[in-house]
Structure formats: C-alpha cells, structure tokens
C-alpha cells in the first residue's frame, strides 16, 4: 500500500511538472520576469563562485539590445524596459559576492592600485550624490541617467580581485572575439539581405534618425546602434591582436583571418570615429609601443589627439555646405545664440548624413563645446556644473566639464590618461610574455577608447563600459599575475 502511494505520488509529480513545462515552454515571461529569472537562476552560482557572473555579464551583455527587439513582436515598447538593467544586476550581485575577498585583496602588499581605488570609490559616491544635489533636472530623469555613469564601475573593483588569474582574463579575450565575429555575420546579413520582422518593428518605435542613410538603417548587428557594433568590433581587433600573440598555430589562423573580418564591419556602420579607432589599434600596438622613454610617448599620444581631431576637422570643412567663412562665423559667433546653433546642431547634421563623408558632425559638436566652455565660466559651474546626466556634449570630456565642472574635466583625464600612464610603467618592468601581451592590450585598448572619446561618450555604454572598467582593475594588479606564474 504504502508503494503505491509511493508511486502515486511520483505519477502526480511528473504530471504536474509536464503542465508546468509545457506552460512554460508556450507562454513568453515579460521583461521584468525574464531579469528575476536570469537573476535567480544566476545567483547561487554567482555567491558559490563569483566568476561565474563575470562569464555571464559579458555573454549576456551583447545580445540584451537583440533580447529587447524580439520582445517587440509579442509586447510593445515598455518605457523603461528592466532588460537595460540585467547585467547592472549581474555585476552588483558579483560584487556583493566579493566584497569579503576585495577587502583582504587590497591588505596584501604588491598591487600598484594607489590613488586610482580611491579616486574610483570618491567618484561612485559623488556621482550617486550628484543625481540628486546640484541637479537641474528632476531626480527622476536624473536616476535614469545614473545607469550610464555608476554600476559598471563596479568592474573596476572586479578587475582588481581577478588580476591574478591570466587564464580567465584570456578566456574573456577569446569570448569576446568569437563573439565580434559572430556579431559582424550578422551586420553583413542585414547590409546584404535585409533586417528581420522585429528588427523593422522596433524602427517605427523609435527617434534615432542619424540610424538611417538615405532612409536605410545602418547596421547594428545585435546591439543598440551602430556605434555600439562598431566599437565591439574594435575591441575585438585588439583581442584578435593579443590572441594571435598567444595562440598556437589554429588560433593565430582564426585571429589572423578575424581582422580584415572586424575591420569591414566597423566599416559598414558609417561611424567615422570608429573607422579611425580601427586603425589606431594597429598604430598604437605595431608603433607606439615600440617607443621606450615616457616622455616620447606622451608627445606621440598628444600629437595623434591631434591629428585625429584635426583630420575631422578638415573633412568636415571640405565636404560641408556651409563654407570656410560661414564655418568661421558658426564658431566664432557667440555661442547658443543664432540659426547657426541650431541647424548645426540638430537640423542639417541629420540632413548630412546621406554619405558618412559629408557629415559634419565635428563642427556642429564644436558650436555645442563652444557653449558649455563659455557658459562653465560662472563660479557656480566652473566647481560644479549642471549635475548628472543634464548635457550630453558628444565628447565625453567635455560632457564631465558641462556636467560636473573643470574637477569633473580633471578626473576624465585622470582615468584616461592614468591608466595609460600606470599600464606603460607596469610594461616596462613585466618579463612574461603572457602578461605583457595582455597589458599592452588593456593599453591599446584605452588609448584607442580614449582618443574616440573625444567627439564621443564611448565608456558610458557598452561594450567601452564594462571593458574599461574590468581590465583597467585588472591592470591595477597585473604586477600579482606576473607573480603567482613565477611562483
């Protein structure tokens, strides 16, 4: 008797669990119950072993924007879609699970973190204070802003913990290729054959005209926009580079054929930023680095600013409408005042772009810089500008000067040009191979950001987001890497 209950029992539970999976499998959970899914799912793994959760962040990362779209063929546009925060959530669960581990990590001796945790740690903490104090916009569209600026810096922390694990850190180098690969497929197909049914649903939901050319979207492959491709295409150019230094003779093959792959990708998103970080990857991994004194590397960094801010100058100035004496006029003029400011800004920069050559985007983002360095000028703006997320000014330096002030200007440079300064002391000193390639990728990697970060906010999404911050963590404590392989 008491078998048959057994077995009774047993039956009933099978029954239950097939209504329960074929529910499941026919019925679509929404936005927000997919994120608790994924979360719950991820969680136990994520606290037993945290790099778990560094794995899935930057696996999931690229396909969140393609997730989205295809929810556009069951559920409409939600205003705020919970998708966005998925792997905020994935990297705070990761860094709750390590706050233990990062706390004996920055007691041991041998790390060169120094100043750069406490200014990381400083700038969290005033970017969180500075939603809702000193802001002039209301906290609520300032809350959503804060999305772009705090959670994945987080990964700086990350980084910082894992720096000793070179097999990891190639593991995510070797993800991120096959993944740029698989992404540029994908952007080939939509240039060649067209874009899917939810693909052309999610275009009549949205304003982002400067998506189009002549009325045809740019491709974008899995992510949010064509820069965004763009730049994963380019940091995967620089994981092709290091893992071609690395490989064995099949994976210098498939790194070696990635490359001119890559590169006509970043090609076909029409992002001229890009095109010119694509081949800064080379310049800097096959030229600069080869320079040994400091000094002369900090005239090569300045001088390529140079250039590259001088060639779009030149570009625009050629191809434009508008003229030598009326591009003077528009730069000269008194800024945020006249037609100029507007038509450059917004009117005839989007009527441009019927050829990615004759977009002059550079001179309508200097009319804008124009405005925010003269309007920082009062006592109040030059200490603490407009507050966080107030002024995209398409240039991610002059964005922290618009937003937080000249000590918000000081501390983009701080982390772009620190890191690189930190990394290329570091180099000189490392002996394995290994870790050398690494760090000269993580260098290449934030020169290259950088220097696009001037016509662009390019570490404010992903992938530059979580990139940057990870590996610059990493490259913090590269020196204990070098150690445990020595040991």
Request: charged content about 15%; aromatic content about 16%.
């Amino acid at each position: 008797m008491q078998k048959k209950a057994l077995n009774s029992v047993l039956y009933f539970a099978v029954i239950v669990t097939g209504i329960f999976l074929a529910y499941k499998t026919i019925y679509i959970p929404k936005q927000g119950e997919l994120v608790a899914l994924i979360t719950i799912l991820l969680l136990y793994p994520i606290f037993r072993y945290p790099l778990t959760g560094v794995y899935a962040a930057f696996l999931i990362a690229p396909f969140v924007s393609f997730l989205r779209r295809l929810y556009y063929l069951i559920h409409a546009r939600p205003t705020i879609d919970p998708l966005i925060m998925l792997t905020d959530i994935l990297v705070a669960v990761v860094f709750a699970g390590l706050i233990f581990e990062l706390r004996e990590k920055l007691k041991e001796k041998g790390h060169e973190a120094g100043a750069f945790l406490t200014v990381v740690t400083i700038y969290i903490i005033y970017m969180v204070i500075r939603t809702f104090v000193f802001n002039i916009q209301p906290p609520s569209e300032s809350i959503a802003k804060l999305k772009y600026y705090a959670p994945n810096v987080l990964l700086f922390y990350i980084g910082f913990v894992y720096a000793a694990r070179l097999t990891h850190a190639k593991a995510i180098w070797y993800l991120t290729l096959v993944i740029g690969v698989v992404s540029c497929l994908y952007g080939l197909k939509q240039l060649y054959i067209g874009y899917s049914s939810f693909e052309k649903i999610w275009f009549s939901s949205i304003s982002f005209t400067t998506l189009f050319i002549k009325g045809i979207a740019r491709p974008f492959s899995f992510f949010q926009a064509p820069a965004a491709f763009a730049d994963y295409l380019v940091i995967g150019m620089v994981a092709a580079i290091m893992i071609g230094a690395w490989g064995k003779f099949k994976s210098k093959v498939f790194a070696a054929c990635s490359i001119p792959l890559l590169f006509s990708g970043v090609l076909i998103t029409s992002v001229r930023s890009s095109w010119i970080g694509a081949l800064a990857v080379f310049f800097f991994w096959f030229g600069f680095l080869k320079v040994k004194k400091t000094a002369n590397r900090i005239v090569i960094i300045v001088l390529v600013a140079v250039a590259f801010f001088s060639y779009q100058m030149v570009d625009d100035v050629l191809s434009s409408w508008l003229g030598i004496k009326s591009i003077k006029s528009a730069v000269t003029a008194p800024a945020g005042t006249g037609k100029n400011y507007v038509d450059l800004l917004v009117t005839n920069r989007t009527g441009a772009i019927t050829n990615p050559f004759e977009e002059h985007s550079l001179l309508s983002r200097m009319t804008l810089w124009q405005y925010v360095f003269e309007s920082s000028l009062s006592f109040e703006r030059i200490f603490l500008g407009r507050g966080l997320g107030t002024l995209n000014s398409d240039s991610l330096y002059v964005t922290y000067l618009a937003e937080f002030g000249y000590p918000g200007l000081i501390v983009a440079l701080f982390f772009m040009i620190g890191f690189v300064l930190r990394g290329l002391k570091t180099l000189d000193r490392l002996t394995d191979d290994r870790v050398i390639v690494l760090t000269k990728g993580i260098i290449v990697m934030d020169m290259v950001l950088g220097l696009m970060c001037v016509t662009g906010s390019h570490i404010h999404a992903f992938p530059g987001d979580m990139y940057f911050w990870f590996f610059n963590g990493m490259l913090m404590n590269v020196v204990t890497m070098e150690k445990r392989i020595v040991q």
